[in-house]
Antibody, heavy 122, light 111 residues
Framework: DVQLVESGGGLVKPGGSLRLSCAASGFTFSNAWMSWVRQAPGKGLEWVGRIKRKSDGETADYAASVTGRFIISRDDSKNTLYLQMNSLKTEDTAVYYC?????????????WGQGTLVAVSS | QSALTQPASVSGSPGQSITISCTGSSSDVGNYNLVSWYRQHPDKAPKLMIYEDTKRPSDVSNRFSGSKSGNTASLTISGLQAEDEADYYCCSYAAASNTVVFGGGTKLTVL
């Protein structure tokens, strides 16, 4: 079974940094374009960004709200996806989901982790 | 990239049918057959209910159907059941920016 397990969430001060990880299993991780989606408390879903597989250039695309502050990377040898978050703002407070997103992805599949909470507060 | 427009809430009685709309533009919803719909129960991860505008995953009830006309996609749920009470989100590829955009979400209440 496909499993996506996020970790690394927590409380951080405005202007600080945090790195989230997503351990993937149950599928060929190196073949998948992976996405991060977030959800602020009581709010809707927001796409954060996506990284393509190595054979497609391993390029990443980001939402305008995080461009220049967030970086998505992957380590195929560890089946792990990362989200480096810098210059954090209070409005970045959200549950962050690691996903294989069918829309904008390269696989006929759609899977979500259970999410990890990031709270940005002084 | 602006979020897609959904009604904030809809409601219906058990057994009835409801439709949730999702309005975008020719740069996203109207451009490709790539609209998905998700259902999210409280404190749970979203679940895919419809993909590629009209297709239904094998584990989703045939009470759920999707359609699209121009820049507006729609999700219809027939034979409403209590378990359908949840938040629903549409999602589309946005070709111009090579990004993905979600709708603001619709809270479905089963009366």
């Amino acid at each position: 079974d496909v499993q996506l397990v996020e970790s690394g969430g927590g409380l951080v001060k405005p202007g600080g940094s945090l790195r989230l990880s997503c351990a993937a299993s149950g599928f060929t991780f190196s073949n998948a374009w992976m996405s991060w989606v977030r959800q602020a408390p009581g709010k809707g879903l927001e796409w954060v960004g996506r990284i393509k597989r190595k054979s497609d250039g391993e390029t990443a695309d980001y939402a305008a709200s995080v461009t220049g502050r967030f970086i998505i990377s992957r380590d195929d040898s560890k089946n792990t996806l990362y989200l480096q978050m810098n210059s954090l703002k209070t409005e970045d407070t959200a549950v962050y989901y690691c996903t294989i997103l069918l829309v904008g992805g390269n696989l006929p599949a759609d899977y979500w982790g259970q999410g990890t909470l990031v709270a940005v507060s002084s | 990239q602006s979020a897609l427009t959904q009604p904030a809430s809809v409601s219906g009685s058990p057994g009835q049918s409801i439709t949730i709309s999702c309005t975008g533009s020719s740069s996203d919803v109207g451009n490709y057959n790539l609209v998905s719909w998700y259902r999210q129960h409280p404190d749970k991860a979203p679940k895919l209910m419809i993909y590629e505008d009209t297709k239904r995953p094998s584990d989703v009830s045939n009470r759920f159907s999707g359609s699209k006309s121009g820049n507006t996609a729609s999700l219809t749920i027939s034979g409403l059941q209590a378990e359908d009470e949840a938040d629903y989100y549409c999602c589309s590829y946005a070709a111009a920016s090579n990004t993905v955009v979600f709708g603001g979400g619709t809270k479905l209440t089963v009366l």
